[in-house]
């Protein structure tokens, strides 16, 4: 059984960067494709990006200038870095496990709530 | 980006009901089509993917059909642990995208 457990700093000013790390417990780490979604508050889901094992990235245009995610296979982690940040990167952030290449999401993190505020 | 629109927005039912939700795509996605339900403080669950396949331990009252740019979520008989916001997905391309969210409240 997979399981996602993530953190980070929840409390943000405008102009810093957010930083969240996901660990994954369980089931195979190398073969898979790791994301990043969020959800501002009280609205729709956004697809962040993806990584695979290899480094190889795919990132949401509208964000691409922004994102950086890494993987560290040794730690069986990832993260993500949003530099920048405005208020309306207030959202929780989930990160998942993708089924394959840019597909569905089957195990979700529990969510990290990040505020940005001055 | 490929645009999901969900409808209605918001879906009031009883215990019972046979209820579906809508989700089209603003060009064909062949069945890319992945659905979630998500509860309040909570991750989305996934419970279908390739528009109609149910993932395992998914109640068989849920199901999916549809291709190309039109598909439904239809819920049999609603229970009352039924009751959340669900949420379409697209994974025929980058950049993946999600419809809006129905909200499905007890009537």
């Known amino acids: 059984q997979v399981q996602l457990q993530q953190w980070g700093a929840g409390m943000l000013k405008p102009s810093e960067t957010l930083s969240l790390t996901c660990a994954v417990y369980?089931?195979?780490?190398?073969?898979?494709?790791w994301s990043w979604i969020r959800q501002p508050p009280g609205k729709g889901l956004e697809w962040i990006g993806e990584?695979?094992?290899?480094?190889?990235?795919y990132y949401n245009p509208s964000l691409k200038s922004r994102v950086t995610m890494s993987v560290d296979t040794s730690k069986k982690q990832f993260s993500l870095k949003l530099s920048s940040l405005t208020a309306a990167d207030t959202a929780v952030y989930f990160c998942?496990?993708?089924?394959?290449?840019?597909?569905?999401?089957?195990?979700w993190g529990q969510g990290t709530l990040v505020t940005v505020s001055s | 980006d490929i645009q999901m629109t969900q409808s209605p927005s918001t879906l009031s039912a009883s215990v019972g009901d046979r209820v579906t939700i809508t989700c089209r795509a603003s060009?064909?996605?062949?069945?890319?089509l992945a659905w979630y339900q998500q509860k309040p403080g909570k991750a989305p669950k996934f419970l279908i993917y390739?528009?109609?396949s149910l993932e395992s331990g998914v109640p068989s009252r849920f199901s999916g059909s549809g291709s190309g740019t039109e598909f439904t979520l239809t819920i049999s008989s609603l229970q009352p642990d039924d009751f959340a916001t669900y949420y379409c997905?697209?994974?025929?391309?980058?950049?993946?995208?999600f419809g809006q969210g129905t909200r499905l409240e007890i009537k």
């Open positions: 998942a496990r993708g089924y394959g290449s840019g597909s569905f999401y089957n195990y």
């Open positions: 390739k528009a109609s």
């Open positions: 990584i695979n094992r290899g480094g190889s990235t």
């Open positions: 060009q064909s996605i062949s069945s890319w």
């Open positions: 997905q697209q994974y025929k391309s980058y950049s993946i995208t």
């Open positions: 369980g089931g195979s780490f190398s073969g898979d494709y």
